[in-house]
């Protein structure tokens, strides 16, 4: 079962006239924890206080979570609410949101798009794995509308963005703070868990303002993500892409810290790509000591991603601009309409899978 004891994803869940409280995910009913446990931590509306208690904090519970849920029945089954009868919140209370840049087909194909005839690749991102600080304000859970934005689109025109795109990519989510001035420790001492998210943006108004800093008001408008966190415990895992030239020092791997999950974009309820996370260049132990090297600490509810994810065909690319080439060459629908970016009333969801594990979609409409 995919939503099995290997699995159990935490989420933050309540019942009609109830407080939000943390559950775990089990087929299609959520396991609420704080009476399952006898543990008020998850009472809380917020995974933060849970995630702060750290790695072995983390295994006992599951373990534990898992025990009781292949015990005795009659213990856990007066906990297990139906899905249907619970609504979904923001599974974390999210402290900073950091982007990255870290695939490196979705890289090449915006560089062919973007400078025609010039090196795809800058000079810097084979060395470190690129990213920008966002707004976690603006972080919403998985059925949270997104409204079109407005914005600057030239010089004197200002108006709604008319390419409204979407960024296919897997959240990290940080339990573990670490002290000011110095780097973090080890990625699995401080990662909590996963979680998909699509990281809306807004290519015209980002096309006008990004240079020379970087995104901002065509990126800060909305990210979405689902409303389950899959334990870091939980994932397969494989050996990250082979990286040439050798990373800086700081930058050189560990462990095995590519994961095995591959991805589905849904349109409209039509699949028009399939996104492997295993193509990924930067892995997220390097992301993550990228991210501190410089002193700068780490917060409980921490959330940074991936960017887009994308591999080497075009059925494998994770946002509209590279799967219509910026739209050059429209995506036919089931349906007989194009699209070149989203239409208002359009619906984007996004799917992953790891192995046998079924991670928690995220969606949203745009209006």
Known sequence: ??????????????????????????GDKVLDLAPALHDEVFAAPTLNPFMARGRAAWHDTRTLIQNKLTGDVSVTEAHLIPLEQVSLHLPFEVADYVDFYASIDHASNLGKILRPGDEPL????????????GRSGTVVVSGTPVRRPHGQLGAGVFGPCGKLDIEAELGFVVGVPSGHGSPAGAFEEHVFGVT?????????????????????LGKSFATSVSPWVTPLEALPRIPGRAQDPEPAAYLRRQGDWGLDITLE?????ETVSRPPYAAMYWTPDQMLAHMTVNGASLRTGDLFASGTISGPERGERGSLTELTWNGADPIKLASGETRTFLQDGDTV???????DLTLGEVSGTVR
């Not at 969801?349 to 192995?355: D, F, L, S």
Request: net charge positive; glycine share 12%.
């Open 1 to 26: 079962m995919s939503w099995g004891v290997d699995n159990l994803p935490y989420g933050v869940f309540s019942c009609p006239g109830q407080a939000p409280r943390v559950g775990v995910r089990y």
């Open 122 to 133: 800058k000079p810097n991102w084979r060395h470190l794995p690129v990213g920008y600080h």
């Open 196 to 216: 998909l998210v699509n990281d809306w943006s807004a290519r015209d108004i980002q096309a006008w303002e990004y240079v020379p800093l970087g995104p901002f």
């Open 265 to 269: 974009i849904v349109l409209n309820g």
């Open 349 to 355: 969801t996004i799917r992953a899978t790891a192995g």
